[in-house]
């Protein structure tokens, strides 16, 4: 048993024997210390475990990562994109780098290297700099479509930046670790000034025009954006898009003077809870790699770490 797994153990007590069911968060020789589903922490004495299981990874877990970041460009749609073959080509005036990066996963129907020379004259054509949004898995063998992209890149001297995790979770489970309230939170299918001035409030958004985020914000036909408010002002926001059985967990903020309080954890919360009611059974969310306390928040929920990926660049 290592970290990271769930784990299924039968453990003698002093009540009797019971059943243990959690992921693994550390391990050392005598005792294991696991997250159940309801989110508690318990420590386990291995000389107690009478019978155990590693327990097969969920749907969420075992998705293909290609078929994910087809879900998640679904969720966060730019405003402009374009299909290069299996590759999608997006743009959104710079507002974030995921809808103003070419999706390449899949196969462009080209040479590599006439593609990247396709995405480098497409992003020009739009005042943009060319990005690549590319997957780095476990293992890149040579021949795969992602390794022989990642070698074009190298030679080509396109630098990677931003490295990030994708995150996913059974929605019962993280339900279960929540909150038992979540009254105080407003969910909308609409976006207003209160909720867009609580967005990103301390990067200004990089000075991108106000319709240009609206655009992006709201170009789903099912987004949900939740919010904490104190009179005119939200505190905390978090936006969802549902596509079918997944729903894409973006945009949790809270404001400075309130953050340790657990609103993060409640916004999060009600718009999940929203989400499983239009249908969602399952989730993603996208963090970087050095946001720790964040990672920390949705490791807290259920959310383990699918597979990360990278934004590859020009260095001119």
């Known amino acids: 048993m290592q970290v990271g797994d769930t784990v299924s153990l039968r ?15 550390a391990s050392s020789a005598g005792s294991l210390t696991l997250r159940r589903r309801d989110g508690a922490g318990v420590e386990v004495d291995v000389t107690q475990v009478t019978a155990g299981r590693v327990v097969p990874p969920s749907p969420a877990q075992r998705v293909d990562p290609v078929e994910l970041h087809r879900v998640m460009a679904a969720g966060w749609r730019a405003a402009e994109t374009a299909e290069l073959g299996d590759w999608l080509l997006r743009s959104a005036g ?36 060319p990005r690549v949004q590319l997957p780095q898995l476990p293992q890149l063998p040579q021949g795969t479509a992602a390794a022989d992209l990642a070698a074009v890149l190298d030679r080509r001297g396109w630098t990677a930046a931003w490295p990030t995790h994708v995150m996913t979770a059974e929605l019962g489970p993280v339900l279960k670790a929540l909150p038992a309230t979540d009254g105080e939170v407003v969910l909308s299918d609409q976006l207003d000034d209160a909720w867009l001035a609580a967005y990103r409030p301390d990067e200004g958004r990089a000075g991108i025009p106000e319709e240009v985020v609206r655009t992006v914000l709201t170009n789903h036909p099912d987004v949900v954006f939740a919010s904490v408010r104190d009179g005119g002002t939200c505190v905390a926001i978090a936006r969802v ?33 929203g989400a499983v009611a239009r249908g969602a059974r399952r989730s993603y969310l996208q963090v970087t790699v050095d946001n720790a306390a964040a990672r920390t928040l949705y490791e807290r929920l259920g959310f383990t770490v699918h597979h990360d990926y990278v934004y590859r660049m020009p260095t001119s």
């Open 11 to 25: 453990v003698l007590t002093r009540a009797g024997s019971t059943e243990v069911v959690g992921t693994v968060l």
């Open 241 to 273: 898009a549902v596509n079918g059985r997944w729903v894409g967990l973006s945009c949790v903020e809270v404001a400075a003077e309130r953050r340790r309080t657990g609103l993060a954890t409640l916004v999060s919360g009600a718009a999940l809870r």
């Open 94 to 129: 710079g507002f974030t780098g995921r809808a103003n990066s070419a999706l390449a996963v899949g196969d462009p129907g080209i040479p590599l290297d006439e593609a990247i020379s396709r995405v480098e004259q497409w992003y020009d054509a739009r005042g943009l700099p």
